[in-house]
């Protein structure tokens, strides 16, 4: 019974909490920043570690299996990185400090899934490697988040509206 209602009770918590911590009017780019690198880079990570490499697998998925993947996985990944996103600290040292701990957690949640019966490794990967994979991939996301937000940097918006308005004359 937990393996059937581990990911849609994860799914609910995680989107019930993206409501509650992040604001409306920043709703749908954290929600845009979640698909993309969240569901999407879950969906290309997962296609490279499982089915390239063979170091990851999904099992017991049940109703949930789609392609090898459970199909809760990505939409999962959307609200854990939008909550991310939220509370990112704009202090350079807490924010090394945030994205490393936030690689550790996942990590554990990794462990989590894995002792739960949903998912399985390689035993060299977890906790090592898995940590640097997670590490790298929480990097990423925040180098760019804020290469590319306009909820922090609410200049880029008016530097975009002055481009298209000076090209426009």
């Not at 459970?70 to 999962?76: A, E, I, K, R, V």
């Not at 550790?104 to 899934?113: A, H, K, N, T, W």
């Not at 019966?117 to 977890?126: E, T």
């Not at 990423?140 to 988040?145: C, L, M, R």
């Amino acid at each position: 019974m937990v393996q059937i209602l581990f990911y849609p009770t994860f799914l609910l918590m995680a989107f019930i909490l993206s409501l509650i911590y992040i604001p409306r009017k920043y709703y749908k780019e954290y929600f845009i920043y979640g698909i993309i690198l969240g569901g999407l880079g879950d969906v290309i990570i997962v296609g490279l570690f499982q089915n390239v490499f063979h170091i990851i697998w999904f099992k017991n998925s049940g109703i949930f299996n789609a392609l090898g993947q459970n199909l809760l996985s990505p939409p999962c990944w959307v609200f854990v990185v939008m909550l991310f996103l939220n509370f990112l600290p704009n202090r350079r040292l807490f924010l090394y400090l945030y994205v490393m701990t936030v690689a550790c957690s996942s990590v554990g949640y990794g462990i989590l899934v894995h002792n739960v019966g949903l998912f399985d490794y390689k035993p060299w990967f977890y906790p090592v490697f898995s940590y640097f994979t997670f590490l790298s991939w929480w990097c990423f996301i925040t180098w760019v988040f804020l290469k590319t937000n306009t909820i922090r940097n609410p200049n880029k918006v008016n530097n975009i509206k002055l481009k298209r308005h000076s090209s426009n004359r």
